[in-house]
Nanobody, 121 residues
Framework: VQLQASGGGFMQAGGSLQLSCAASGSVSRINAVGWYRQALGKEREMVASISTVDHRRIYGDSVKGRFTISRNNARNTVYLQMNNLQPEDTAVYYC???????????????WGQGTQVTVAQ
């Protein structure tokens, strides 16, 4: 499985960005896909995940109500719509996928490359 992330960038506080993650290879092995982020000097944290089986979504507490994860099965692509961005959202965002869950970094089977999101006050 290969994960290709795109869509990061620079944004003013209150703005929006959308990240995309396209999966290729043995995509049938993926049952959960989503995003982690890691800010400078902090641990990697789960931002959002979506089940490929029942589309159940899980969000990190810090992004609930602002970020929305969605999936296009036909394109094997997952999206993260980030609204009302704040400076504390500044981080490298990583696409992640797993065979059961990605709720913990140890359960992530595949990582994409990171994409930088920077939010200025």
């Amino acid at each position: 499985v290969q994960l290709q992330a795109s869509g990061g960038g620079f944004m003013q506080a209150g703005g929006s960005l959308q990240l995309s993650c396209a999966a290729s290879g043995s995509v049938s092995r993926i049952n959960a896909v989503g995003w982690y982020r890691q800010a400078l000097g902090k641990e990697r944290e789960m931002v959002a995940s979506i089940s490929t089986v029942d589309h159940r979504r899980i969000y990190g507490d810090s992004v609930k109500g602002r970020f929305t994860i969605s999936r296009n099965n036909a394109r094997n692509t997952v999206y993260l719509q980030m609204n009302n961005l704040q400076p504390e959202d500044t981080a490298v965002y990583y696409c992640a996928a797993g065979q059961r869950t990605i709720a913990h970094p140890d359960r992530v089977a595949w990582w994409g490359q990171g994409t930088q999101v920077t939010v200025a006050q």
